[in-house]
């Protein structure tokens, strides 16, 4: 799914206000960010451990979405946000404890899914880099059996 550029950039405003309240001299003990989106009318919070609010968006595109579905699309549109933003330095600002996630949260504020891990020191083996794993495995070993 693609957003729009107004709900792209309200998206990034969001989490730009929640990583700014985290930019100060005082170390914060959080250990999750939990990323709730009502599908109903598309608005996203952002809310911390405490369930206070850091900051919210509105999202169209989230707007009435099919409940089959739904989570798997925001789930990649955040994930990719995050990402993209923690590439760029934007979440480095915070001082805040590590580890910490963010995470994806239904109405009931369960857990959905771990859209981004933050720990300096633990590095956590995803999907992504496990895609081709057993391929390049299977083509290691025959190599090295062959010699």
């Not at 900051?55 to 739904?70: G, K, L, P």
């Not at 798997?72 to 946000?81: A, N, P, S, Y």
């Not at 915070?94 to 239904?106: A, E, F, Q, T």
């Not at 857990?111 to 590095?123: A, G, N, P, S």
Request: charged share 30%; glycine share 2%; net charge negative.
């Amino acid at each position: 799914m693609l957003l729009s550029k107004q709900s792209d950039s309200s998206l990034r405003k969001a989490i730009e206000t929640m990583v700014k309240q985290f930019v100060t001299t005082e170390t914060t003990t959080i250990t999750d960010f939990h990323f709730h989106v009502n599908i109903e009318n598309g608005y996203m919070e952002i809310f911390d451990d405490n369930d206070n609010t850091l900051a919210s968006a509105h999202i169209s595109e989230w707007e009435n979405m099919n409940q089959e579905n739904c989570y798997d699309e925001i789930e990649t549109v955040l994930r990719g946000k995050l990402t993209e933003m923690q590439k760029a330095g934007v979440l480095d600002n915070m001082n805040i404890l590590k580890p910490y996630s963010c995470l994806l949260v239904d109405d009931d504020k369960e857990t959905i899914v771990d859209l981004l891990y933050v720990d300096d020191d633990t590095f956590i083996i995803n999907d992504d880099l496990m895609k081709d794993f057993d391929k390049e495995m299977d083509e290691f070993l025959k190599k090295l059996l062959e010699e």
